[in-house]
């Protein structure tokens, strides 16, 4: 009872088709490519006294007239040098940036500091906090 050898039936040998891929081909582009991870970068300021959110408007402009994907976003802390906490209400300020620019497809890079000028006198009262 059978190996199979001799029986005078074979395995059939599998038949392939061309396989056809849709293609479509390449338009290119004069603009610049986008990339929001290591694309051009603009920078903006806002202090906590006097926050000035992003608008997706702002940010789609950057796009278009400077082919910007990043915002640098330079957060002065004046209101905050004498306090140990940062408000609820500028932590919101924040969420809101981020969520403005990842509407958009932007990313943020933050740098908070306490003053424009860095002055020393007015940072040697001893009332800055860690963040």
Same mark, same amino acid.
């Given at each position: 009872?059978?190996?199979?050898?001799?029986?005078g039936?074979?395995? =059939?040998?599998?038949t392939?088709?061309?396989?056809?891929? =849709?293609?479509?081909?390449f338009?290119?582009?004069?603009?610049?490519?986008?990339?929001?991870?290591?694309?051009?970068?603009?920078?903006?300021?806002?202090?906590?006294?006097?926050?000035? =959110?992003?608008?997706?408007?702002?940010?789609v402009?950057?796009?278009?007239?400077?082919?910007?994907?990043?915002?640098h976003?330079?957060?002065?802390?004046?209101?905050?040098i004498?306090?140990?906490?940062?408000s609820?209400?500028?932590?919101?300020?924040?969420?809101?940036?981020?969520?403005?620019? %990842?509407s958009?497809?932007?990313?943020?890079?933050l740098?908070?500091h306490?003053? %424009?000028? %860095?002055?020393?006198?007015v940072?040697?009262?001893?009332?800055?906090? %860690?963040?």
């Amino acid at each position: 009872t059978g190996s199979g050898s001799g029986s005078g039936t074979s395995t =059939p040998k599998p038949t392939t088709a061309p396989v056809t891929t =849709p293609f479509a081909p390449f338009q290119g582009s004069s603009n610049a490519p986008l990339n929001p991870e290591r694309g051009l970068m603009v920078q903006t300021k806002t202090r906590s006294s006097n926050y000035q =959110p992003l608008t997706a408007d702002e940010l789609v402009g950057y796009r278009t007239e400077r082919n910007a994907t990043i915002i640098h976003r330079i957060v002065v802390l004046d209101s905050f040098i004498t306090t140990p906490t940062l408000s609820q209400g500028f932590l919101s300020s924040l969420e809101k940036d981020f969520e403005t620019a %990842d509407s958009v497809g932007f990313s943020l890079v933050l740098r908070f500091h306490y003053n %424009d000028n %860095d002055n020393p006198t007015v940072l040697s009262s001893g009332a800055l906090y %860690d963040v």
